[in-house]
């Protein structure tokens, strides 16, 4: 997608509005527009990058401090309970947004967003197995060199 058409470069530039939170240097947060829950908000890197993969981790450093501060100041204003914070990359992770966005999500008992998967479910044979679970770890970390 062309930066041009992107919808956050838009907010970014005040072509598009937004229910505005927050802007500094090199980061913006906002008001979701279609909000999952009350005092969804988002944040993100001023510049365009359309997922995580492409970002200096620098610039997702930025953006990181950013949801720090507004994560407080949601939970102050709302006393929510819970909140959880949530980045997709891909359609496959459910982006549909192809700027890269951390959604900032206040939690409420019973909300039932459905991004709590078990975590007390038994794991699967194969992915949970101890010697798959070490082989995978020797990969990244191979990466992360
Ligand atoms: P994604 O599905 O990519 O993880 O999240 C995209 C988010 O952007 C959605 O929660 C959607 O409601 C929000 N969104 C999409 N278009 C706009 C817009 O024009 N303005 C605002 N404030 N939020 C938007
Ligand atoms: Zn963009």
């Not at 997608?1 to 072509?15: P, R, Y």
Request: with cysteine.
């Amino acid at each position: 997608m062309a930066v041009a058409e992107c919808i956050f470069c838009k907010i970014v530039a005040g072509s598009e509005e937004c229910h505005e939170l927050y802007r500094d240097e090199t980061t913006l947060a906002f008001m979701d527009i279609h909000p999952a829950n009350e005092g969804h908000c988002l944040v993100i890197p001023r510049a365009h990058f359309a997922t995580v993969f492409e970002m200096p981790p620098q610039s997702f450093a930025a953006v990181a401090a950013t949801v720090a501060k507004l994560a407080r100041a949601v939970n102050e204003t709302l006393r929510p309970g819970g909140l959880s914070l949530l980045q997709a990359n891909g359609e496959i992770a459910g982006q549909t947004v192809p700027h890269v966005h951390v959604h900032v999500l206040p939690r409420r008992a019973g909300d039932n967003l459905p991004i709590n998967w078990d975590r007390n479910r038994v794991g699967d044979p194969v992915h949970a197995d101890a010697v798959h679970l070490a082989a995978l770890a020797r990969r990244i970390r191979a990466r992360l060199e």
